[in-house]
Each structure stands twice: as C-alpha cells, then as structure tokens.
C-alpha cells in the first residue's frame, strides 16, 4: 500500500506563497500519475493539478493556472505545489492523490492512494 505525506502548509497572508511537499513511500512512484486536490470547508473536493509520471506534462484547474506549479523530483519520491499569489480563496486542505490517469478527474474518496492533507490558511 502506498503511504502518501504532505507537509508545507501554513497560515500565510493574502500575496504570500507556499510550497507544498508530498512524500509517497511505494515504489511505484516513478511510474505514477499524481493528483493535487484541496477541500475547502462545507465545499466539494476540488481538483487542482495533475502531473503524468516524468514530470513533463502538468495540468491546472483555471484558478490555479499562472498561480501554482506542480512539480516532482522522482529521485526524492516527492511531488510538489508551488502557490503563488495567495488568496483568501485558496483556504483548503490539500491532498496529494495518487490515482490512474485520467482526463476529466474528478476526485473521489476511496479512489487512489490519499494524504492525510496539509492545511493551508489564507488570511490578514
């Protein structure tokens, strides 16, 4: 089973950036589609990025395009967000997800591998 970890939240104020990290500990990482996926309090889960398994080919959801980048450093076994330009908005907890590819991704709990989420707080 693989075990996901996310770290790099915070509370930060409104303009600041954050940096989120995700850890999974199966090897199978290297061959693995990743997912970034955030709730937000009494709201849906959201999907925010994917990434395919060499790291080229990355995907946004409209709120995050020109804001996030999503990365991964297969040597490390780590995927991560970089959010810039924080907004009020943007306050969620934020899942990696491991799941199979797909081109409409709709998170679903119970579907892939999940984090336990690392909150992100964005306020003056």
């Known amino acids: 089973e693989v075990q996901l970890a996310e770290s790099g939240g915070g509370l930060v104020q409104p303009g600041e950036s954050l940096r989120l990290s995700c850890a999974h500990s199966?090897?199978?990482?290297?061959?693995?589609?990743m997912y970034w996926v955030r709730q937000a309090p009494r709201k849906e889960l959201e999907w925010v990025s994917t990434?395919?398994?060499?790291?080229?080919?990355?995907f946004y959801a409209d709120f995050a395009k020109s804001r996030f980048t999503m990365s991964r450093d297969n040597a490390k076994n780590t995927v991560y967000l970089q959010m810039n330009s924080l907004k009020p908005e943007d306050t969620a907890r934020y899942y990696c997800?491991?799941?199979?590819?797909?081109?409409?991704?709709?998170?679903?709990?119970?579907?892939?591998?999940w984090g336990q989420g690392t909150q992100v707080t964005v306020s003056s």
């Open positions: 990434i395919n398994s060499g790291g080229y080919i990355t």
């Open positions: 997800v491991r799941d199979t590819y797909y081109s409409d991704y709709v998170p679903r709990r119970g579907r892939g591998d």
């Open positions: 199966g090897p199978t990482f290297s061959s693995d589609w």
